[in-house]
């Protein structure tokens, strides 16, 4: 099996675990790590662990930071990254873990505010044709995560249409006016987007429990392929052509959520290849989102050292 999975925003990752954290007062962590991140990176991470060599993870890289971001990405013997390398800098979030309150907080520095953070034509045909190259030895695409400024508004679809016509299966895990758009030109066989996602793409307001399954059956029906909708620990809502399922989510006490969907996405499109059974492809998908919880590193199935 290989998967080629897209990350479009990749990310320098720093996990900061506190004690306890307080605004306003002088916090000391307890542990801090960094990692090469970005939904679908971290999903080619899981992937990995799951079974070695199964992902490639293509990403765009800024050439500010890029060699400290590859240096990351080369000591984690699960990850396989081919970078596209345009003008400005990677982007960097940084996780704040409050143990004694059990909650996690993502702080992102937002690239579109980096007026040097230019994709341009070159890095887009670049990266149109590794897409191409990968979709003729790849068995699917795992597309995920948010379009940068930096890149034109149709490359999500672009990179879609390729792999539609390679005849190859497409799992897309964004949301909004990129979503809508590739819409227009193929259909991807999964869309998997959480609850909020969902009907800020589709209805533009929350739902209620009858409302958001009646909701995700007709927009599976309409576009005759599998939506999955999830929603953190309830049960995740999955519809196949029109035909509906709910599967609980694991219990788990969690460290770090972050990546959880991305580990969901990993899980689910390795099962699903291999067994063909959405029920079964879900419940690999919220294992695997539990485990991610376990562990303080964004993307992992695995316990690793900390530091």
Request: aromatic share 6%; charged share 25%.
């Amino acid at each position: 099996m290989k998967i080629l999975c897209v990350c479009l925003s990749a990310t320098i990752q720093r996990t900061i675990k506190f004690e306890s954290f307080t605004l306003g007062k002088v916090n000391r962590s307890q542990i801090w790590r960094e990692d090469a991140s970005g939904k679908a990176l971290n999903a080619a991470r899981v992937l990995n662990q799951l079974e070695p060599g199964a992902s490639i993870a293509l990403c765009p890289v800024g050439n500010t930071n890029a060699e400290y971001f590859m240096v990351l990405a080369s000591r984690d013997n699960d990850l396989y990254v081919h970078p596209i390398y345009i003008d400005g800098n990677t982007r960097e979030c940084w996780t704040v873990i409050d143990s004694k309150n059990k909650n996690t907080s993502e702080l992102i520095a937002d690239e579109r505010e980096n007026k040097k953070h230019i994709a341009g034509a070159e890095a887009e045909l670049d990266l149109i044709e590794s897409v191409r190259e990968y979709m003729a030895v790849c068995d699917a695409l795992l597309f995920a995560g948010s379009r940068p400024a930096a890149w034109s508004k149709n490359i999500c679809a672009r990179i879609c249409e390729v792999a539609n016509k390679a005849g190859k299966l497409i799992l897309a895990d964004y949301k909004g006016e990129d979503l809508l758009d590739t819409l227009k030109v193929c259909v991807p066989h999964i869309i998997k987007i959480n609850e909020e996602e969902f009907c800020q793409t589709f209805g533009g307001l929350l739902l209620s429990e009858e409302e958001l399954e009646k909701a995700i059956v007709q927009k599976s029906q309409e576009l005759n392929n599998i939506i999955i909708v999830t929603r953190g620990a309830k049960s995740t809502i999955a519809a196949e052509n029109g035909k509906c399922m709910k599967v609980p989510a694991e219990t788990v006490e969690a460290i770090n959520t972050t990546a959880c969907g991305d580990a969901f996405d990993a899980g689910f499109l390795y099962d699903y290849i291999q067994n063909k059974n959405i029920e079964s492809a879900v419940k690999a998908g919220n294992h695997c989102g539990a485990l991610n919880a376990r562990t303080i590193i964004p993307g992992s199935i695995v316990q690793q050292d900390y530091n």
